[in-house]
């Protein structure tokens, strides 16, 4: 079953024709809030799984396209789900969207042949109630012109076909752009990385007498343990080394050699692939699941095999070790191989793996946190601390990173567990802390929620909706989701503490405080930790301050810029290669100027793959590219911010007031 939707159908605001055939229009997106839009209420919609359309970015960069699902109430924000979808520049792509995903239960959308991430937002709406579909573009530096091709509602899943063309050449790098440090032959790459790993051999520690082995200040001399902790000085919150020295962690994300780029699907853009076969096989990720092959290629580790060979995870680790000293960095972040972790002997962080869930979940990722089964995961989940329990150089374990429940503004999960149309745990609390509230009186709680339940029992079955009742039910829905949270951050945090109680529970990595809610299982641990991508972190740590009487962590920032050799920035944008050390800068020393600071980790060593990795992510935010040549005029901002660091935290420099150039991101 199949419809089209025709062009005469098609509604225009804020944005310009500028081309029209039977096929496609060319639509110019002059303005962010710019948008074509089309009636569907009267269309059976619910006959239909997919809505699909091609697109073609004519842009040289990769654009963020939207698609805005729209109930009959589209004046509400809460009634709107936006899926957001990265596309290449140049490159004919088909965009399926399965409208089961308007249940808002999925975060990340499965990639697709041709396109880049897909990540949906917003708050789930009802498909029986969709109304209007929007297709806009998220705001860039310039005019975006975009080929819209006849959209199609249909219940098959499509084919995907892509146009042959080469966009990745022999070392991982964009073909059809030139930039400084371009890497031009496999000779030059020789030439740069035998010099790198000469160099490598004259670098044994930190490049400042004043820092101890573990990277802490000197200057400063607390009590030392053995181990990582956490101190406040009167004035502001310190890590503590090992040592005893004070320290604030200066960290780098995913210390690997190379990121991986997905193959499966998009080989015909590559210019060169080698086979698998002997030493090249360390390039190579071949995952097999149900007879079906996903393969993923590394040019960052082919590019290392070509000069060194058999040695070139050695020779990659010897350099990178000694840039980490150099740049002044004393912690190696999430997502780092434990051979290189190891292999340094540095300060690291721990990302602790297969989170605690149930079966049965209440939202996304959301388990049924009062159920005796969250706790036996949760015990199963801690023992993976036992063999890192002793080790001097772990700093702490982050418990998750950015759980999916939480990319919801404002999100009831209270409400969203009261719609389960099954058994929970935390429905029984949910019932005995809504009958204590009450008194036991069912007359009193219908009243107050505007019911008419002939007991509590009956909250069993499912209720939509169930904060707009009332105001008296918004309001205890919310409670309640706090006890949720807390529950959901206090069960894992004990059991990690009975296998490790020796080093930091570093928190979850919040993408955002997307509520107030997610303070509340703060209590459990030692340090409160969110990804923070703003240009100056300060208001963010000082908010999150009020809230949290604890040392904060960031874990994740970043910037990007478009004058190398990449198609997208990142979270955040800025002109130049220079704009992005002045950014790292003015993030770093306005970080450690707050009393609560105790570091942050830039994401991430490598510029990820012109192609995408897993998830479609092709960012220019590494501080080398996929050759690993530094980009120098970022480097050059990085080794004067992190030597000075510590100046700045203790109130004896000032911090820097050179600020980026800030351009509108392009990143999805």
């Known amino acids: ?106 975060l990340f959308l499965d990639r697709t042949p041709g396109r880049l991430k897909a990540v949906v937002q917003g708050h789930k709406i009802d498909i029986s109630k969709l109304a209007i579909i929007k297709i806009g573009i998220i705001k860039a530096f310039k005019n975006v012109n975009v080929k819209i091709y006849n959209p199609i509602l249909t219940d098959i899943q499509p084919e995907y076909p892509l146009p042959d063309i080469k966009y990745v050449d022999e070392f991982g790098q964009l073909t059809f752009k030139d930039w400084t440090d371009k890497t031009k032959s496999e000779e030059e790459l020789k030439t740069f990385l035998l010099s790198e790993l000469e160099k490598s051999s004259e670098i044994k520690s930190f490049q400042n007498n004043n820092l101890s082995g573990y990277g802490g200040w000197k200057n400063r001399k607390f009590h030392a343990t053995g181990f990582f902790r956490t101190e406040f000085d009167g004035n502001r919150w310190w890590l503590v080394d090992p040592e005893g020295y004070a320290f604030i962690s200066i960290g780098l994300d995913c210390v690997n050699p190379g990121e991986h780029a997905r193959v499966t699907w998009m080989e015909k853009l590559y210019s060169k692939l080698p086979e698998k ?85 209440i939202f996304r990722d959301f388990p049924d946190v009062f159920s005796n089964e969250y706790k036996e995961n949760s015990e199963a989940f801690a023992t993976q601390l036992k063999q890192f329990e002793d080790d001097k150089y772990m700093i702490g374990y982050f418990l998750t990173n950015e759980p999916h429940w939480a990319f919801v503004d404002n999100l009831n999960i209270a409400q969203e567990m009261l719609e389960c149309d099954f058994e929970l745990a935390s429905k029984d609390a949910f019932i005995d802390f809504i009958s204590k509230k009450y008194n036991n009186d069912i007359k009193l709680f219908n009243k107050s929620w505007n019911l008419s339940l ?152 490598n510029d990820q793959a012109v192609l995408g990795r897993f998830d479609g992510e092709n960012y220019q935010i590494g501080i080398v590219d996929v050759c690993h040549k530094p980009y120098k005029e970022f480097a050059d901002f990085i080794v004067k911010t992190n030597y000075g660091l510590y100046e700045v935290a203790a109130g004896r420099r000032n911090k820097s007031n050179q600020y980026p150039i800030e351009i509108p991101r392009v990143a999805f």
């Open 454 to 605: 002939n007991n509590f029992a009956e909250l069993k079955k499912p209720i939509k909706k169930a904060s707009r009742l009332s105001q008296n039910s918004k309001n205890d829905l919310e409670e309640f989701s706090k006890l949720m949270v807390e529950m959901f951050c206090k069960v894992p945090s004990e059991e990690t503490k009975k296998v490790d109680p020796n080093h930091l529970n570093l928190g979850m990595r919040f993408a955002w405080i997307s509520s107030d809610a997610l303070y509340a299982g703060s209590k459990y641990f030692d340090v409160f930790s969110i990804n923070c991508y703003q240009m100056d972190p300060y208001e963010d740590i000082d908010k999150i301050s009020k809230n949290v009487n604890k040392p904060i962590l960031i874990g994740e920032f970043h910037f990007g810029a478009l004058d190398r050799g990449l198609l997208a920035t990142g979270l955040r944008a800025v002109k130049t290669q220079e704009d992005r050390g002045k950014a790292y800068q003015i993030y770093m020393e306005s970080g450690v100027s707050h009393k609560n600071f105790v570091g942050a980790h830039y994401f991430i060593l």
């Open 277 to 361: 076969e002997g030493i090249i096989n360390d390039a190579w990720d071949i995952y097999n699941e149900n007879g079906i092959e996903d393969k993923y290629f590394s040019f960052g580790i082919y590019n290392l095999i070509k000069i060194f060979g058999q040695n070139w995870w050695e020779s990659w680790a010897k350099i990178t070790k000694s840039r980490m000293y150099i740049w002044g960095f004393n912690t190696i972040g999430n997502w780092t191989d434990l051979k290189f972790i190891k292999y340094a002997k540095m300060p690291y962080v721990l990302p602790l793996e297969n989170f605690p869930t149930t079966k049965k979940t």
């Open 1 to 106: 079953m199949e419809e089209m939707i025709n062009f005469s159908e098609i509604s225009l605001e804020n944005c310009l024709k500028v081309q029209e055939t039977s096929n496609y229009l060319t639509i110019n997106f002059y303005d962010p809030n710019g948008f074509l839009y089309f009636d569907v209420s009267k269309k059976e919609i619910e006959k239909y799984k997919y809505f699909i359309v091609d697109v073609e970015n004519q842009e040289n960069f990769s654009v963020g396209i939207t698609f805005d699902f729209c109930e009959n109430e589209n004046n509400n924000k809460n009634n709107i789900l936006r899926i957001l979808i990265g596309i290449l520049p140049k490159l004919k792509t088909r965009i399926c969207i399965p409208f089961e995903v308007l249940n808002g239960q999925t």
